[in-house]
């Protein structure tokens, strides 16, 4: 088993800055694609950002690219999303998950099993 624990969410004004982490315990995430994932109020959960387990490549959504940036620490188990220049639809639970296979790199809901409990990020305009 694996459980992942978001924390750095809060309220921000528009314009500000927010730092996401995510930190995982039991079996090991260093050999898996990380994610990130948001979901606002009566919408779907919708991929944020990835980055591989080896030579850390990553990957983006087309409404976060040029602001959020994410990274990993598998020493520390750790994944983080620096979020800047928030935007209030950038309000959402954001929810750290693990890839189910090793070798997946992408944005599908579904290729994800361990998910975390999420942390809320509003944005004030």
């Known amino acids: 088993q694996v459980q992942l624990v978001e924390s750095g969410g809060g309220l921000v004004q528009a314009g500000g800055s927010l730092r996401l982490s995510c930190t995982a315990s039991?079996?090991?995430?260093?050999?898996?694609?990380m994610a990130w994932f948001r979901q606002a109020p009566g919408k779907e959960r919708e991929f944020v950002s990835t980055?591989?387990?080896?030579?850390?490549?990553?990957g983006y959504a087309d409404s976060v690219k040029g602001r959020f940036t994410i990274s990993r620490d598998n020493a520390k188990n750790t994944v983080i999303l620096q979020q800047n220049s928030l935007k209030p639809e950038d309000t959402a639970v954001y929810y750290c998950?693990?890839?189910?296979?090793?070798?997946?790199?992408?944005?599908?809901?579904?290729?994800?099993?361990?998910w975390g409990q999420g942390t809320q990020v509003t944005v004030s305009s």
């Open positions: 039991g079996r090991t995430t260093s050999s898996y694609a």
């Open positions: 980055i591989r387990s080896v030579g850390y490549r990553t």
């Open positions: 998950a693990r890839a189910k296979n090793q070798y997946y790199f992408g944005s599908s809901l579904n290729e994800y099993d361990y």
